[in-house]
């Protein structure tokens, strides 16, 4: 007889993990413990909105334009206001970077502590209304200064983070997480409304079977960009060429590249000379999470994390995924500066 029951008794919740890796922690004052518990509740707050969307009437936009040029969305609002209320309650955070935002926002004296953090409160928005995955994407940092709040202490390279993290809200609700120790994937349980762990340690495949990127804009790709998807297309050594897969929600697609290997491209073209992906809260937290599962992320001439933040908006190109492809586009992009 087996002595498995079919309900858990001793499940580790993301809640438990977190504080248990605090607890290992020489010095820990629990106060990042607190940050990481009060983002996991606007996660499920938003999680349980994106669900009850439809229903609620909050499909469709609010009539804005957000700093970034994306039209508003009525759960994108919503989605903002969680994160920020819920971070600046925590007491643990001085400043906070929103894509919702133009200007930083600077928690009031009262509730202050000494983390940074940068975040997408609802990633691959303009996918909501198609009922498509969507996301919130984060990254934690130490305000390095003594100096009063302000933008100045989230230009910080992502080499500083001290964790990032995303959730999905697809077919279930996910949470990738690394605090500088691997990734751990957790599930939400709607019976619970506990996150569980599900995956720890997560590493990505050394070389992956399929490439994600938006071909629509193929027109405007640079010659190493076009030379490298001819070669996954049409492979030189007779072997399967690669599949094509693009959800257009850049949570998703990083997701599905973390779990089964490949590599996902934002890069800059003609267009977007500069990329479209936004530094601090899109490309850092990603790169942080993907080089932890021992992938790279790079904009092309340099790591992603070796970047030094200008401004708090700051566009780069994104190319990130198995090691061995990240390493062939690498070698295509040589060869054509070495060319020209």
Do not use: W
């Not at 001793?10 to 010095?27: A, Y």
């Not at 690394?178 to 050394?206: A, H, N, W, Y």
């Not at 959800?247 to 599905?256: F, L, Q």
């Not at 936004?278 to 790079?298: K, V």
């Amino acid at each position: 007889m087996s002595d498995k029951t079919p309900f858990e008794t001793d499940m580790l919740t993301l809640t438990r993990f977190v504080m248990e890796k605090g607890r290992r922690v020489k010095g820990a004052t629990g106060e990042l413990t607190q940050l990481l518990n009060s983002m996991l509740t606007a996660i499920k707050a938003i999680s349980s909105a994106v669900r009850k969307a439809g229903l609620a009437h909050m499909f469709g936009i609010a009539g804005t334009v957000n700093v970034t040029g994306d039209e508003v969305k009525k759960l994108d609002v919503l989605s903002n206001s969680l994160v920020i209320n819920m971070l600046q309650s925590s007491y643990s955070t001085c400043v906070l970077i929103s894509e919702e935002n133009k200007e930083a926002i600077v928690t009031p004296k009262d509730k202050r502590g000494k983390y940074v953090v940068c975040f997408d409160p609802l990633d691959g928005s303009s996918n909501i209304d198609c009922l498509a995955p969507i996301g919130t994407i984060f990254a934690i940092y130490k305000k390095e200064t003594d100096d009063e709040p302000s933008d100045k202490d989230a230009l910080q390279p992502g080499r500083n983070i001290v964790a990032a993290g995303y959730a999905l809200y697809g077919s279930a609700t996910l949470v990738a997480l690394s605090t500088g120790q691997g990734v751990d994937c957790f599930m939400l349980d709607p019976g619970l409304g506990e996150f569980i762990l599900v995956d720890r340690d997560v590493k990505i495949k050394k070389k992956g079977k399929v490439y994600s990127l938006n071909e629509g804009y193929a027109k405007y790709f640079d010659p190493a960009m076009t030379e490298y998807l001819q070669r996954k297309k049409f492979p030189e050594d007779g072997s399967s060429p690669y599949g094509a897969r693009y959800v257009g929600s850049m949570v998703a697609d990083v997701h599905r590249t973390l779990m089964y290997g490949g590599i996902f491209m934002y890069p800059a073209n003609q267009k977007s000379p500069k990329g479209k992906l936004r530094l601090l809260y899109e490309c850092n937290p990603m790169a942080f999470i993907i080089e932890q599962a021992g992938g790279i992320a790079t904009t092309g001439t340099e790591a992603v994390l070796d970047v030094r933040p200008e401004s708090i908006h700051q566009r780069v190109p994104l190319i990130l995924g198995s090691p061995d492809d990240v390493q062939e586009y690498l070698a295509c992009v040589q060869k054509h500066q070495k060319s020209s």
